[in-house]
């Protein structure tokens, strides 16, 4: 089974752009759909992005400003995050699964979660 570490969360402005990633560790990402999800205090954890055999997804408030992709081991998932906005502070958290299963969007779909990394976004 895979275990994805989140890294690279910080306090950024306004405007500006961010990469965090995903480590696989004990495997590769090769074969498994990952996920992006987020969690934002006091709310529940709602899907960013995800990457499968079939292509990407985007949550409509990140479509067009945030980018998912895997690197060429299939070892790390990224995700570029460009022109941020204060709503977009909260815990990022990445998934994984080797199952074919939908919605990719449905925190329940996922087997593997990582502890997540903090993005903050001063206005």
């Given at each position: 089974?895979?275990?994805?570490?989140?890294s690279?969360?910080?306090?950024v402005?306004?405007?500006d752009?961010?990469?965090?990633?995903?480590?696989?560790?004990?495997?590769?990402?090769?074969?498994?759909?990952v996920?992006?999800?987020?969690q934002?205090?006091?709310?529940?954890?709602?899907?960013?992005?995800?990457?499968?055999?079939?292509?990407?997804?985007y949550?409509?408030?990140?479509?067009?400003?945030?980018?998912?992709s895997?690197?060429?081991?299939?070892?790390?998932?990224?995700?570029?995050?460009?022109d941020?906005?204060?709503?977009?502070?909260?815990?990022?958290?990445?998934?994984?699964?080797?199952?074919?299963?939908?919605?990719?969007?449905?925190?329940?779909?996922?087997?593997?979660w990582g502890?997540?990394?903090?993005?903050?976004?001063?206005s």
């Amino acid at each position: 089974q895979v275990q994805p570490v989140e890294s690279g969360g910080r306090l950024v402005q306004a405007g500006d752009s961010l990469r965090i990633s995903c480590a696989a560790s004990r495997r590769t990402f090769s074969r498994y759909t990952v996920a992006w999800f987020r969690q934002a205090p006091g709310k529940e954890r709602n899907f960013v992005a995800a990457s499968s055999w079939s292509g990407s997804n985007y949550a409509d408030s990140v479509q067009g400003r945030f980018t998912i992709s895997r690197d060429n081991g299939e070892k790390t998932v990224y995700l570029q995050m460009n022109d941020l906005k204060p709503e977009d502070t909260a815990i990022y958290f990445c998934a994984a699964t080797a199952r074919s299963v939908a919605p990719v969007t449905s925190p329940v779909a996922y087997d593997y979660w990582g502890q997540g990394t903090q993005v903050t976004v001063s206005s």
